[in-house]
């Protein structure tokens, strides 16, 4: 990341939610003193990306994100070295990422998928009634990226996003 805040414009990120500045802030001011021409915040583009999932049924959307994560977290990369894993333990979620791992490699892959906490997959993302993820929309609008890439299979959720920048 220091690399990436000292020679580029922006950064495209991974793992980027709300609250992740107070761990990327000092990699990326150091990438900037390196560049040495006063570069700053002001002039560095933080991409961030999340899953919207349009449900009254958290606990559903929830679980339709699970399969994915398991994946990332407990099958993506090197056992030693899984950048996806290594920003859940950062994260304070280290005995699930570790849990997630250690089931998806040995092809439990449902029990991994079972595994992934509820909690880790609603800070990364916006799910729920329309409601509730416009009410969630103000701590990613807050969150220090510039750019929030919205995923979903749902046209709905574009429209919901819409919604809560309007209302914001």
Not at 60 to 79: F, S, W
Not at 153 to 164: L, S
Request: proline share 4%; hydrophobic share 40%.
């Amino acid at each position: 990341m220091k690399p990436t805040a000292e020679i580029a414009d922006g950064w495209l990120s991974m793992g980027f939610m709300p609250g992740a500045m107070d761990e990327y802030r000092s990699w990326l001011e150091e990438g900037f003193r390196r560049a040495g021409n006063g570069k700053g915040f002001k002039d560095f583009a933080i991409a961030a990306n999340v899953h919207v999932e349009v449900d009254n049924d958290v606990k559903g959307a929830l679980a339709r994100l699970k399969p994915e994560i398991a994946l990332y977290v407990g099958g993506m990369g090197h056992k030693t070295k899984n950048f996806h894993n290594d920003i859940m333990v950062r994260r304070g979620f280290g005995d699930a990422a570790q849990r997630i791992q250690e089931l998806y490699l040995a092809g439990h892959k449902d029990e991994a998928i079972a595994t992934v906490p509820d909690e880790w997959v609603d800070m990364k993302s916006l799910v729920g009634p329309a409601a509730r993820i416009r009410e969630r929309y103000r701590t990613w609008e807050d969150c220090g990226a510039d750019t929030l890439n919205v995923r979903s299979r749902q046209p709905e959720a574009i429209e919901v996003m819409a919604q809560a920048v309007r209302l914001n």
